[in-house]
């Protein structure tokens, strides 16, 4: 699930970007060796230590491996706004 982030600035702008990448709900199947399944509830990855160390990789919540969370991308769009300032304001009246 990719997640879009649009910023709307009035300067000549065109960009499309990634901003970073966010862990949402855990989808480790505890079930799975009985031939179920079932899902801890997790909503979301909270690192259990700092960046650059083995917590940094483990979730406080639930204590699953990052690689177990929904991964989402975020992204930043922005351009040129004045042609749609110039257009409303020229409707509004």
């Known amino acids: 699930m990719k997640r879009l982030v649009v910023l709307r600035r009035c300067e000549p702008i065109v960009r499309f970007s990634c901003c970073g990448v966010r862990y949402g709900?855990?989808?480790?199947?505890?079930?799975?060796?009985?031939?179920?399944?079932?899902?801890?509830?997790?909503r979301e990855f909270i690192a259990e230590g700092e960046e650059g160390t083995f917590g940094a990789l483990k979730c406080s919540a639930c204590g699953c491996h990052r690689s177990f969370h929904h991964r989402v991308q975020v992204y930043e769009?922005?351009?040129d706004c004045e042609s749609d300032t110039s257009s409303s304001s020229s409707s509004s009246s």
């Open 25 to 42: 709900e855990c989808r480790r199947n505890h079930a799975a060796s009985t031939g179920g399944y079932a899902v801890d509830g997790c």
């Open 77 to 79: 769009v922005a351009w």
